[in-house]
């Protein structure tokens, strides 16, 4: 918290235009340079277009002054918002361990450190050490046919499916979702959409926006409910062919097909993102959570639960914003302007990594946002290095004098601190100024 503090007065200062005091020399006389120095204002500097801002032949981060930064970077690890098709194509795993071949796995939950996982036959739910593999603990569910499982931070969701006839429709039997302790104790209950003739195989919580995702596999939808009352708050069909899990990350929900073998990436609209193959695994996937950095997926056929990295370019952790938007934005000349930035670090909460700030101007120019100030560079300069911390609306920008034209304002941050602009995680927003 005392580093945080101590960034943000860095920012604010020199975003203000006042120098803070060096160390050991007491109070600082000299003053930055004005913030109208940000802008090219006459365009009267001349650009070279051919300018490389880096070459890396890892990233192959390649930045030109006539070019496009978000499409330039062309990093392979970056998170892009409404990236499409980001995948690389193929799944690797990351570590695995098996489970007896008496049960049937149908669910996965993570809650931090351990893995949980709703066992269909026995209708029991247990807690598994992700390394090792070894049964922490378990409990009894309140049934068998279980078909989610969920975890928000305090409370286990576990959905339930019961069918008199099979197929359905024409059960009689409520399919219903359960509010869990780690104890089993239940807290809570309803049914679920489409009960008693529904098979929800997936639940997932939306961190973001407090609700639960259920998937229905006869009605081939996903549901977004109130996790409190079981209200409907939006669906989508289901466009493929057998949904099972489903995890959500990032504002995206994420869902296994057991019959295409497939790992899916959705928006809440329920338009297809991206699509990765899985049928290397086995041919009963079922269970899906993610763990802030991989995913892991229960395997039925083999009877293994597997960590994979599948290839996706994940969800965006840095965001950038203007006017509280992300853009684009079309203000009229002399508007305010105000630009601001968002971390969610995940799972790189507290690493040491670098920041990087930048906006290209209508003349061309790149212009580095660093604690001294903005200041116009072809290389990339550095905003800060140290630890990875949650920002919410921390203001960079915030005037009304930008000429006409366009801008383009970028946040990134990397996974390390080596000074080196690798652009791990970046994101973009566009403004005119008409």
Request: proline content about 6%; some cysteine; overall charge negative.
């Amino acid at each position: 918290m005392k580093m945080l503090m101590n960034f943000c007065v860095f920012l604010i200062l020199a975003f203000v235009g006042i120098a803070p005091p060096v160390s050991g020399k007491g109070q600082s006389t000299t003053h930055l340079r004005p913030i109208s120095d940000f802008v090219d204002l006459q365009g009267a500097y001349s650009i070279d277009t051919n300018v490389n801002l880096a070459l890396d032949p890892v990233h192959n981060i390649r930045v030109s002054a006539d070019a496009d930064l978000t499409s330039s970077f062309n990093q392979t690890t970056a998170s892009v918002k409404s990236s499409s098709g980001d995948s690389s194509g193929e799944i690797s795993v990351i570590h695995s361990f098996g489970y007896s071949p008496e049960w049937s796995a149908t669910e996965l939950a993570w809650d931090g450190a351990s893995l949980w996982i709703a066992e269909n036959f026995y209708g029991r739910i247990w807690e598994f050490d992700p390394v090792s593999g070894n049964a922490l603990s378990d409990f009894e569910a309140p049934g068998v046919n279980l078909g989610g499982l969920a975890w928000d931070g305090t409370y286990l969701y576990t959905a339930r499916y019961r069918h008199d006839l099979d197929p359905p429709p024409g059960d009689t039997l409520p399919d219903e979702l359960f509010t869990l302790t780690t104890s089993g104790e239940q807290m809570n209950s309803w049914e679920v959409p489409d009960s008693p003739d529904a098979t929800p195989y997936g639940t997932a919580y939306d961190k973001d926006s407090g609700n639960l995702w259920v998937s229905d596999a006869y009605y081939a939808m996903i549901y977004e409910l109130d996790r409190s009352t079981g209200d409907i708050v939006s669906s989508f069909p289901y466009p493929y062919s057998g949904v099972q899990g489903l995890t959500w990350q990032g504002g995206h929900i994420y869902a296994v097909d057991r019959f295409d073998l497939m790992l899916y990436k959705f928006d809440t609209a329920g338009n297809t993102v991206d699509a990765v193959s899985i049928a290397s695994l086995g041919i009963i996937p079922e269970g899906l959570t993610w763990d802030g950095q991989y995913f892991w997926i229960t395997e039925d056929w083999t009877k293994i639960i597997y960590q994979i990295d599948a290839g996706f370019v994940m969800d965006t952790m840095a965001d950038v914003e203007v006017n509280g938007q992300d853009g684009p934005l079309a203000i009229d000349e002399g508007d305010p302007l105000l630009v601001t930035l968002n971390v969610d670090p995940g799972y790189l909460d507290g690493t040491a990594v670098d920041w990087w700030v930048a906006t290209r101007v209508p003349s061309g120019a790149f212009y580095w946002y660093t604690l001294a100030g903005w200041e116009r560079s072809p290389t990339p300069i550095r905003a800060y290095g140290g630890p990875l911390m949650t920002l919410t609306d921390f203001p960079v920008l915030d005037m009304s004098a930008l000429p006409a034209g366009v801008y383009r304002f970028y946040f990134a941050f990397d996974d390390n601190v080596d000074g080196v602009l690798d652009a791990t995680f970046l994101d973009s927003a566009l403004v005119t100024i008409q």
